[in-house]
């Protein structure tokens, strides 16, 4: 027990004390993980609509492979990542790899098929007579699309904290293709990691709760604004 | 109207998404203005591939930002087992090397892949194990008895299983003993030392780990030297530059400034002080410009 205790009073301190080096590892945590949901929410929404709407050859296999990648480890996301990365990799003239771009990608590959897959479904599950209705009134492609989003913005939202959760808290493809390089490439997990392997549980611990704190706080702004559509319904 | 508003939603969105890249260029920018004060290298970059106990110990904490400042260059810390680091010198993934296995390290100098290969510094591998020492490691021997006695009882043992610089040592001593591990109580933990000996911790068994590692975090160990001193614990640690002529993109220059920095005086001594603070001993013993022969006498 004691060692939640010590954690938690720790953790107290490097937030009230404003740590430098916590805030500065909780800003690039939150610039990451935050660039890569925003990344993925471009590809994975729009790619999502489309398996969702359009029926294709080859649709069902295409889905199954989406589905299959809401689940891809992401140690083997950040293998593959590390590989294309490398100085003699296919793309190792970006010399992106050890930095904060090389994590984006990684993250925005681990996070793009779960806000797909989510967004696939609540677009299914939106009653399809409302399609018919729509454009039965006269709207072009483009705004039914929109309204067709609007009305599964729920579903929407939930792939969105699903899939900022998966990458906030994610730390093989970090730790592999950021390298954990203080002031560059530590964020939260990571750092949790190296202090593990330091030894030093007590820091561990309070960046623990740190991280937690964080993801809770941004998962109850996203989650507010879900519920505040449903309740003026 | 709702057409308008989602797409103000959208508008709004896309300029989130231009301010946080933005936000990302910049900060990057940021780290390379603070290096650019000295002097401006050419390449800044240089990533050092190296051993966990050198970071652990919390050695690189205080030589890395030294060495920046003096110099420079940005230096990228890759803190992987001795034998990832090699491996990403032999792949011209790094630029430079600090790492602690010499008989591995031997077969790159020899292939002409890492270049001004050069002796930095030592400290010592320490068999540490249970209070009680139930296999006996204290009275045996030498090293090889003891690693015999640990096998003959089967008292758990922790190995990293790695390939890390530690790892290495310790497969080099079994061999020596004529003994090949393996069973329920040859333990294979496949992480860095720090989590290694937590574990021996936990279960109460015995370990190979260098000497800085465990001091660092003796207090919270239940754990206690079993054995030191054995001619066959020395740990050396070499700094080698990745041969430019053989990778074209390895940063020659700065792999150069960095192996400078390690064997000048003033980091040697740097090095000799270090942990003296906190442990009441030095973690690291200077050698540079010392030979192998003189150290293994």
Same mark, same amino acid.
């Given at each position: ?233 | ?146 690693? %015999?006695?640990? +096998?003959?009882?089967?008292?758990? #043992? @922790? ?6 610089? *530690?790892? $290495? =040592? ?78 074209? %993109?390895?940063? +020659?220059?700065?792999?150069?400034? #960095? @192996? ?6 003033? *980091?040697? $001594? =740097? ?27």
């Amino acid at each position: 027990m004691e060692v939640y205790a010590e954690g938690l009073r720790e953790a107290i301190r490097l937030l009230v004390s404003l740590d430098p080096q916590v805030m500065d590892i909780l800003a690039r945590t939150l610039r990451v993980s935050g660039t890569a949901t925003l990344i993925s929410i471009v590809i994975g929404v729009p790619a999502g609509a489309f398996l969702a709407l359009r029926r294709f050859a080859g649709r069902n296999l295409t889905l199954s492979l989406v589905y299959l990648g809401m689940g891809a480890p992401p140690v083997v996301v950040g293998l593959i990542t590390w590989l294309t990365l490398t100085r003699y990799g296919p793309l190792g003239f970006l010399g992106w790899l050890y930095t904060t771009k090389a994590m984006i990608v990684a993250q925005a590959v681990i996070a793009s098929p779960i806000i797909a897959g989510f967004t696939v479904a609540a677009i299914q599950s939106v009653n399809p007579k409302i399609r018919l209705q729509i454009l039965a009134l006269g709207a072009t492609q483009l705004q039914m699309l929109l309204l067709l989003l609007r009305e599964a913005r729920l579903g929407i939202l939930a792939a969105i904290i699903a899939g900022f959760g998966g990458v906030i808290s994610e730390v093989g493809a970090s730790i592999m293709v950021g390298g954990n390089i203080e002031g560059e490439t530590r964020v939260m997990t990571t750092a949790i990691v190296l202090e593990v392997s330091k030894g030093q549980t007590e820091l561990a611990t309070a960046l623990s709760i740190i991280l937690l704190l964080m993801s809770f706080l941004i998962t109850f702004v996203l989650t507010l604004q879900q519920q505040k559509g449903r309740s003026a319904q | 109207m709702r057409l308008k508003r989602i797409l103000t939603l959208l508008l709004v969105f896309a300029l989130v998404l231009t301010v946080l890249a933005g936000c990302g260029g910049q900060s990057d920018k940021g780290s390379g203005d603070q290096a650019q004060q000295p002097q401006e290298p050419k390449e800044k970059d240089i990533i050092l591939a190296t051993t966990t106990s050198t970071v652990d110990s919390g050695l690189l904490d205080i030589l890395v930002p030294d060495f920046e400042q003096k110099t420079g260059y940005n230096v990228k810390v890759i803190a992987v087992g001795t034998g990832a680091a090699l491996e990403m010198g032999e792949k011209g993934e790094a630029d430079v090397l600090l790492v602690h296995a010499p008989s591995s390290e031997k077969p790159l100098v020899d292939a002409g892949i890492v270049t001004n290969y050069q002796l930095v510094m030592h400290n010592d591998f320490i068999v540490v194990g249970p209070k009680d020492d139930p296999a006996g490691v204290k009275k045996a021997a030498s090293i090889e008895d003891a690693f %015999k006695a640990v +096998a003959a009882k089967k008292a758990i #043992f @922790v190995s990293r299983g790695d390939d890390s610089g *530690t790892h $290495k =040592k310790e497969v080099s001593i079994w061999k020596t003993a004529g003994i090949e591990p393996s069973g329920s109580w040859y333990q294979k933990s496949g992480t860095g030392m720090g989590a290694t000996l937590n574990i021996a911790s936990e279960k109460q068994g015995y370990t190979l780990t260098d000497r800085a590692t465990y001091l660092a975090q003796k207090e919270k160990l239940n754990l206690d030297i079993m054995r030191e001193g054995d001619a066959a614990l020395l740990n050396i640690y070499h700094v080698m530059q990745v041969n430019s002529q053989k990778f074209e %993109k390895v940063n +020659a220059e700065g792999a150069k400034a #960095f @192996v400078e920095y390690m064997i000048n005086p003033e *980091t040697q $001594k =740097k090095i000799g002080e270090f942990g003296v603070d906190k442990y009441g001993q030095p973690l690291f013993i200077p050698d540079a410009g010392k030979t192998m022969d003189e150290l293994t006498k």
